[in-house]
């Protein structure tokens, strides 16, 4: 395709993802505001420039009638965006139940759903049928707006089948799927009742690809043993079709916050906290409220830390930012209650009459407030159970190159394995671990603090968001070339 002047046309890329970037609002009978939700995918592609890319997902809406869906079509186009419609029921069925009540547990490590879970969002078979139906309805929108030569990237695990959908209406079409989860063991996986169709499914696209080396080798295990395909050292093999798997591990958008830093409105936030702690040093986790990142484990480290060291009790704070998700399910409801028990027996015990050690924020925090705070820590502590990547943990090492604090990171969030030999790798479920992780970070002298944060400052800052999607988005374009190499010969 060209251009009238000549010049070739930026290749149109169709990012498809559950959510769009932009979450609508319903005003009147046609009338809308859309609220944009610059998360890391976002700012991973403002930031490549080769690509034109459309955005295709759910407004995060019941929108029934035409006039609605006609409205909200129009004025999310001017954002690059084209929404899916999903109804109440597919919502629940597809979203609530197979995805959040069973992949997501599962990609974790959590299990599948006992029988009592699964009564309350009624059988896995429907849940199943849903999803499937789901993913069919994101597949015709892309199907509708797909042009020759573009490239479509699928997004997590919400829409394993649609590369298989698309591949379905186009085998032509390129297509790359991205799973920001972690993926399990392949005897976690085989536990899955849809667990063949799922891999088959995303074996259609032409590039798979996983946030670690470790992901990517336990799906091709998978599909070795379980769907009993070949594994080779590119990806998999089925009947001559290759299916390109492999590692790329996202990043952040460090400049962003680097040049936050330099913002009054940061630095007056700044000043705040340092008048507001002065004396004492501040310890940080920043988490969605959800199982998998350890918040309980991570307090009650921090409790036995209090214990075994009463000497920092009143010159320590730990600042636990935890945003409420999936509010409506009832293992979320117990997580919040669980925490908010552990917090005020802890701030009961250890607090005074004009300090408490814990203080705990069940909301989110808008950009600059965030990075005020990530720049004002001396400790971060990530403790997640299971994480894909974790990119709170990058977001601290890039504005703490004037503090240089340190991290404590999970050995189970990806990002143990970038950030691995700058932070204090722990496993959060051994309390006495972490404790004695948070003692050794509160200590460290000046020039080893220095020398870690240099390690992971580098890696943050030359490891971006957007290069992992040109990295990705390049990759796919070349899928194939090998193939029709062999060929042609
Ligand atoms: P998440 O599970 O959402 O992402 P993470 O990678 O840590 O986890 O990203 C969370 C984002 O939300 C960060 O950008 C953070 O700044 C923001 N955030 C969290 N708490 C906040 C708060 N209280 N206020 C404001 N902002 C807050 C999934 C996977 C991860 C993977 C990412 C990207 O679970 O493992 O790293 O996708 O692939």
């Known amino acids: 395709r060209e251009r009238f002047d000549g010049r070739p046309n930026r290749q149109r890329l169709l990012v498809v993802a559950n959510r769009l970037p932009v979450s609508a ?9 859309l609220d944009i939700s610059a998360g890391g995918l976002v700012s991973a592609l403002l930031g490549v420039k080769e690509f034109e890319a459309r955005w295709i997902g759910w407004a995060g809406v019941n929108v029934p009638d035409e006039i609605g869906q006609k409205t909200l079509t129009k004025e999310l186009a001017e954002k690059r965006c084209i929404p899916v419609f999903l109804d109440e029921e597919v919502v629940h069925q597809y979203y609530n139940g197979y995805c959040n009540n069973i992949l997501w547990p599962l990609f974790h490590y959590l299990g599948l759903p006992q029988e009592d879970r699964l009564a309350t969002t009624r059988s896995f078979q429907s849940q199943f ?25 699928c997004h997590d695990y919400h829409l394993m089948f649609l590369p298989k959908c698309l591949k379905e209406y186009n085998s032509k ?25 799922l891999l088959r499914a995303v074996l259609a696209a032409d590039l798979v690809g996983f946030h670690t080396y470790d992901y990517a080798r336990h799906f091709v295990s998978a599909c070795t043993r ?15 079709k290759l299916t390109r798997v492999a590692a790329f591990p996202i990043g952040i958008d460090s400049d962003r916050f680097i040049r936050a830093l330099e913002v009054p409105e940061v630095q007056k936030h700044v000043k705040e906290l340092k008048e507001r702690f002065a004396g004492r040093k501040v310890m940080l986790g920043v988490d969605r409220l959800d199982m998998i990142k350890g918040i309980p484990q991570k307090i009650l480290a921090f409790e036995k830390f209090l214990e075994e060291n009463p000497y920092w009790c009143d010159k320590v704070v730990l600042l636990q930012i935890a945003v409420p998700t999936r509010t409506d399910v009832p293992e979320y409801q117990k997580l919040t209650s669980q ?44 403790t997640s159970l299971r994480d894909g990547m ?51 970070a509160l200590n460290m002298p000046a020039e080893e ?23 990705f988005v390049s990759e796919l374009n070349d899928t194939g070339i090998e193939a029709e190499k062999r060929i042609s010969q």
């Open 449 to 471: 603090r220095e020398k870690r944060h240099r390690h992971n400052f580098e890696h943050v800052t030359n490891h971006t968001a957007q290069q992992w999607a040109e990295i």
């Open 173 to 197: 079409m390129k297509v790359g799927w991205f799973l920001h989860t972690p993926f399990p063991s392949s005897e976690i996986h085989r536990t899955l009742p849809s667990r063949t169709e």
């Open 226 to 240: 379980i769907v009993g395909l070949e594994g080779t050292p590119e990806g998999v093999e089925d009947q001559g």
């Open 339 to 382: 925490v908010h028990e552990i917090v005020g027996r802890i701030n009961g015990r250890f607090g005074t009459l004009t300090a408490v050690p814990i203080h705990h924020l069940d909301r989110s925090l808008d950009f600059y407030a965030l990075c005020a705070l990530y720049s004002v820590t001396d400790v971060a502590l990530v």
């Open 129 to 153: 049928a849903a999803y499937k139906k789901a993913n069919q309805m994101f597949a015709d929108v892309v199907n509708k707006h797909y042009e020759d030569g573009d490239v479509v990237w």
């Open 390 to 440: 974790n990119l709170v943990s990058y977001e601290f090492v890039a504005c703490q190159d004037s503090k240089r604090g340190v991290l404590i990171l999970s050995e189970f969030a990806g990002a143990a394995q970038s950030l691995g030999a700058g932070a204090i790798l722990v496993n959060p479920w051994n309390i006495t671990e972490v404790a004695a992780a948070i003692g050794q």
């Open 25 to 33: 609002v319903r005003r009147g009978e046609d009338s809308w505001s």
